[in-house]
């Protein structure tokens, strides 16, 4: 897979796990905006910022993909959706399906407080 390819799905990843999130809490959540963030503060905000960022972190070469990363949509806001990304420790390798046999490396998720009946 070549780096245009995979930030093509990067990209596709982000809008997903946004799209997933809107139906598990029964709102459409905003897409004008994204921010990634970590467990120590803001990665990247912007869809081509947060897109690329990925793409550093994940692509070391056509054969060499990190091979899972967790993407959770931790919060929004009127026009910014959260997600705080999780890279798991694993060597790159191949692009094919994740453990939960997903196409890609993405896992997408949403954070239990978002949910319905978890308010």
Known sequence: M???EFSIITRGSLREAI????IQI????PTENIRLISLSGT???GWKETTNYL???MYHG????????????DSFDE?????????AGHPPGAFGLNWNDGVGPYLKMVNAKLLPNNE
């Open 2 to 4: 070549t780096e245009m």
């Open 19 to 22: 799209d997933k999130a809107s």
């Open 26 to 29: 029964g709102k459409q959540l």
């Open 43 to 45: 990665l990247a905000e």
């Open 55 to 57: 793409v550093e972190k």
């Open 62 to 73: 056509e054969e060499a993909i990190l091979p899972c990363a967790d993407l959770v949509v």
């Open 79 to 87: 026009g910014t959706t959260t997600i705080r990304l999780f890279i």
